[in-house]
DNA sequence: CTCATATAGTTCAGGCAATGAACTAATACT
DNA sequence: AGTATTAGTTCATTGCCTGAACTATATGAG
């Protein structure tokens, strides 16, 4: 009897492990330490030596792959005082990725060079709200090719792109799960056609994530760890840890808005009850404050609650604190289920830190004690264009770790 | 100037990775190629070279390795219907690994060879309630002294162990943050002293973390994905994503007995409060059953209690629904924050499953819908002895994966 | 009983990648 | 101008995997 082999490197098996491997890793290493090192400052050979511990000779070699591949370039000399100059290396500025979103009120896309700079950013207004998937993605993908060629004028190759999405994504798949402010639900994305014929392709992000991963760069800080949490039309998350976004088994970890706060509270647009996005989602918010969110368009009726925040009316204050006050319980659940006490507040978060504060810092004081301390409760760093240039972003440190990718 | 090398090699930072890595890549897909085989199954080093996707060549050179290192031996002949049979291959059941538990009213040891078999155990009656943890060391090393003479004398070499105790562990730096129940607060272990000499010394682990580990070990299926939720005095939880255990950032993830489920409830040992074990822990089920937890021991308290469940005593019955349901919220945040949609019920949420399960399934549907279908919450496989077997296994198969520890 | 066939496992030349030492290149200090 | 110092390259060596050839050991047919 022949007995069947588990599984011949299959799904979780490991690959087989040959000597080529080593070679794609060093690779990893040498562009990886290239990138680490504070922008505008150029690391010769012999420091990207040092800093990963390979010798000079492999370095040079590594380094010359990565100039085949275009991934890198020499630029200048580095005098080290005394002795041979070294000359520097820098991701090439001339290949980068597009970032891209959809959201609510308009699409958006954005040319990111691999060393992070920003070429060109594009945001076409546009009403999604309940439109369809496939005229949505027709007038990126167009919005796409525009900017892609302009960027080509100014000889800068797009090496490949990351999408963002306001909801459940499945980024293995391409799927959008469910975006409920778009009227999406199980609809499959024809990511290629954003960007034809790249060598990435285009990578699926939630929202939330990607502005988390956003935040992550801003940070100059090694292994960071921390929990995002966006405040838009709903609550989104994502969840940091070591530097590396956690997903899940799933791909959606980190969707705090939906964490049973209010257990005999109001129903949620996920089918659920009392969640967390219920009472500090924009909406939520809005009508507890006694503002009708449909008078005129949501920066509007932002607006008006900055008003009255500021005027102190006592509707508004309370509609505000009630809903830091149950952000924090959130918060102090999720300390204990991940092991997480830094929390960054985003989106509507960010702006209406200055009357959540207190409230938040209480309420995770009563449930979670000794978690999170009060400095580590920031807001966010990055703006309004979070998510667009944190899923570029993601994949320019996707590609940083495999850029063997690039070379046939 | 000389630029400062950004961390050479530092944490975070990869290693150097040099031609030798691979050979020890090789060496542990090998060994885990080996390992994955049904117990009973012994494969010839062709299968392996079939599963694993390395040629015979390889696997005949690895295999001569890890023979000399004891990891492995050879068992029998194979035939395969035509041709040269081959030569049975397994894990050494002569080479072992330890595991050990602190628990309140015992402390114990096991002998677990690495093909998984339960050579020895033993368990030692001792009252360690407010115990110091010195005295309580002192009684598990002797009782591990023990175990391991008896196991040489049956020539099984003890190559380290596992300790798993009932708090909050930092397994870094051997630490435990807080044992409730033994009254321990930052207290420092000196694992080493327990198995002097091993080549893997002694790891430790959280007692629910560590049954996880087991009940991962008792499914067969690869890339499990689940939710262990342990019903002690407190309620500890372990989560296991596609068969790693997740222990978070700082090593103490899946406590989900801290979830705030009670907003309003009342004050819990962690200090926060309506935490899910203010409801659904052991002391607090029997209260609200009516029977005072300091009636002799906490095993009898739980006949008690199941009698009365047995004779539908009305004051019990509602008191394990209302644990249930509440349990179930703290399930349904959880599916939202890890992306878990699958919960192994443990400890005494296993012996209460029948009584459980509706209020559960009613809470989870409420509050995270369409995320735990009903076949999805199972009661644990493994029993008593989850923690000390679950803490050996996870020893092992750290050896599993890096095999190389064991050559100088 | 013998030979063809099939499978297991070993041996060996070849190739790839990192290493370390020797070497060349380019600068600053004296 | 000469020396010290650092950057980067060249090259022989080593280690490991691969693939092909080879040996070893079984089954089954004539």
Sequence with gaps: MVMPAPAAAGPGGAAPGSVGDVRRSNLALVLGAIAEFPPGIHPSRAQVAGATGL???????????????????????????????????????????????????YISAAVVGLSGTVLLRQVEERDNRNSMDKPVLAALAALAAEVRSAARDQGVEVLGGGLA????????????????????VDVDLDLDALLPG????????????????????????????????SGEVGVGGGIVIGSELFTGPGGHAGE??????????????????GCLETVAGQDAIFI?????????????????LLQALESRVPQAVTAVERAGYFLGMALASTARVVDIDSVVLGGHFAVLE???????????????????????????????????????GSVIRSLVEAPHRLQP
Tied chains: 1, 2.
């Design 288 to 304: 507890a404050a006694g503002l009708a969110p449909d008078v005129g368009s949501r920066s509007a009726t932002m607006s008006a």
């Design 165 to 184: 999405v306001p909801g459940l994504v499945d980024p293995a798949r391409a799927r959008v799960l469910t975006a409920p402010n778009l009227g999406w």
């Design 55 to 105: 010798t000079k000779a492999s370095v040079s070699s590594l380094v010359l792959d990565l100039l085949d591949a275009g991934v890198i370039r020499e630029i200048g000399l580095n005098p080290q005082g005394r002795g041979r100059p070294g000359v520097g290396l820098e991701l090439s500025p001339s290949r980068s990725v597009m970032g891209m979103e959809i959201n609510v009120d």
């Design 354 to 392: 200055p009357w959540l504060r207190a409230p938040l810092l209480e309420s995770l004081h009563k449930y979670a004690p000794g978690k999170y301390a009060s400095e580590q409760v920031t807001v966010s760093a990055v703006g309004e264009f979070g998510a667009l240039l944190g899923a570029a």
């Design 198 to 229: 790249t060598a990435l392709g285009v990578a699926l992000f939630n929202e939330a994530n990607a502005a988390a991963l956003a935040e992550l760069r801003h940070r100059a800080d090694r292994g960071s760890t921390f929990l995002f949490v």
């Design 256 to 273: 705090v808005g939906h964490i049973v706060v209010d257990p005999d509270g109001g129903h949620c647009s996920c089918g659920g009850t």
